[in-house]
């Protein structure tokens, strides 16, 4: 069956780094757009990054030249580098793919990530 599994989440300092990753498994990755979401506390789950199959990216506004998103096929996993967190990015982080065939949405459990000093 579909499986995504978050994993790297933690408490960090304002100003340092976390690199997010989703093993997936029980579909063809390679085809695959795969997303990041996060949702604070209190919040709506708000979209971050995604990274087309052919490796093209967006990430979202608040986000943009702090994160990266990326993938690799061979290992069937998706990364999201933080570089510079902020308080205001403390959140659970999912990863997310849709798969047209089964017309689904399948979300990971999530991971959590804590900014504070």
């Known amino acids: 069956q579909v499986q995504l599994v978050e994993s790297g989440g933690g408490l960090v300092q304002p100003g340092g780094s976390l690199r997010l990753s989703c093993a997936a498994s029980g579909f063809d990755f390679s085809l695959a757009v795969m997303y990041w979401y996060r949702q604070a506390p209190g919040k709506e789950r708000e979209l971050v990054a995604y990274?087309?199959?052919?490796?093209?990216?967006n990430v979202a506004e608040a986000v943009k030249g702090r994160f990266t998103i990326s993938r690799d096929n061979a290992k069937n996993t998706m990364y999201l580098q933080m570089n510079s967190l902020k308080p205001e990015d403390t959140a659970v982080y999912y990863c997310?793919?849709?798969?047209?065939?089964?017309?689904?949405?399948?979300w990971g459990q999530g991971t959590q990530v804590t900014v504070s000093s």
């Open positions: 997310k793919t849709y798969l047209g065939i089964r017309q689904a949405d399948y």
């Open positions: 990274i087309t199959r052919t490796g093209s990216t």
